[in-house]
T-cell receptor, first 115, second 109 residues
C-alpha cells in the first residue's frame, strides 16, 4: 500500500530536549516536505526536499533542521524545542514534476507538545 | 509564489451543491491549481487538480476561467461526511509550495 509514515504520532517533551520526527515513504517520490498546522493558520511549509541531498527552506524554517540522505526518508529535527513549536506536523511526498509536485501524499500527522 | 485567498467558512444543507472559490491573482504560467480535503486529526487528501477550463472526477469539479486568476471547487449534492476543511494550492513551478488558510465547510441535515 502506498503510504507516508510518520513517527511518533504523539510526543510530549520539554524545552531544549532535542527530538527527531521520522518520515518515510514507499512510493519512490523525489519531493518530500514538512508542514506545521496551527489553528487559523492553515498548513505552513517548514522545509522541502527535491531529491536526495537537496533541501531548502519553506516559509517557517526557524528552529528546525532536516536531512535527506536516502530517497525514502526525510526526518525533521528540533535541536532545541521551544513551546512555540507546539503544533501538528505533517510530512508529505510527491513526484517532482510540474503538476505532479502539487499532488502530495500526506502522513497521518505528529502532534507535538513542548512544555 | 501565488498567494491564495479563500473564504474562511461556508455552511450548506445536505443535498445541495457547494462552490468554494479561491483567488490567486499572481498565478504563474506553469502553476497548477490543486484542491485538498482535510478531516480533523488527519492529513489532507488530494481531491482534484487542473490547469485551465474544467476538470471533473467522481468527487468534484474544478472550474478555471481563462485568465486563471481564480478557481472554483464544486462539490455536488453534499452529505454530512463532506464536512471538512478544503484547501486550495497553487504552484508547481518552483520547489516551495504554499497552501491557503483553508475553508471550513459545515454540512447540516
Amino acid at each position: 500500500e502506498a503510504q507516508v509514515t510518520q513517527n511518533p504520532r504523539y510526543l510530549i517533551t520539554v524545552t531544549g530536549k532535542k527530538l527527531t520526527v521520522t518520515c518515510s515513504q514507499n512510493m519512490n517520490h523525489e519531493y518530500m516536505s514538512w508542514y506545521r498546522q496551527d489553528p487559523g493558520l492553515g498548513l505552513r511549509q517548514i522545509y522541502y526536499s527535491m531529491n536526495v541531498e537537496v533541501t531548502d527552506k519553506g516559509d517557517v524554517p526557524e528552529g528546525y533542521k532536516v536531512s535527506r540522505k536516502e530517497k525514502r526518508n526525510f526526518p525533521l529535527i528540533l535541536e532545541s524545542p521551544s513551546p512555540n513549536q507546539t503544533s501538528l506536523y505533517f510530512c508529505a511526498s510527491s513526484r517532482y514534476r510540474t503538476g505532479d509536485k502539487n499532488i502530495q501524499y500526506f502522513g497521518a500527522g505528529t502532534r507535538l507538545s513542548v512544555l | 509564489l501565488a498567494k491564495t485567498t479563500q473564504p474562511i467558512s461556508m455552511d450548506s444543507y445536505e443535498g445541495q451543491e457547494v462552490n468554494i472559490t479561491c483567488s490567486h491573482n499572481n498565478i504563474a504560467t506553469n502553476d497548477y491549481i490543486t484542491w485538498y480535503q482535510q478531516f480533523p486529526s488527519q492529513g489532507p487528501r488530494f481531491i482534484i487538480q487542473g490547469y485551465k477550463t474544467k476538470v471533473t472526477n467522481e468527487v468534484a469539479s474544478l472550474f478555471i476561467p481563462a485568465d486563471r486568476k481564480s478557481s472554483t471547487l464544486s462539490l455536488p449534492r453534499v452529505s454530512l461526511s463532506d464536512t471538512a476543511v478544503y484547501y486550495c494550492l497553487v504552484g508547481g513551478s518552483w520547489g516551495k509550495l504554499q497552501f491557503g488558510a483553508g475553508t471550513q465547510v459545515v454540512v447540516t441535515p
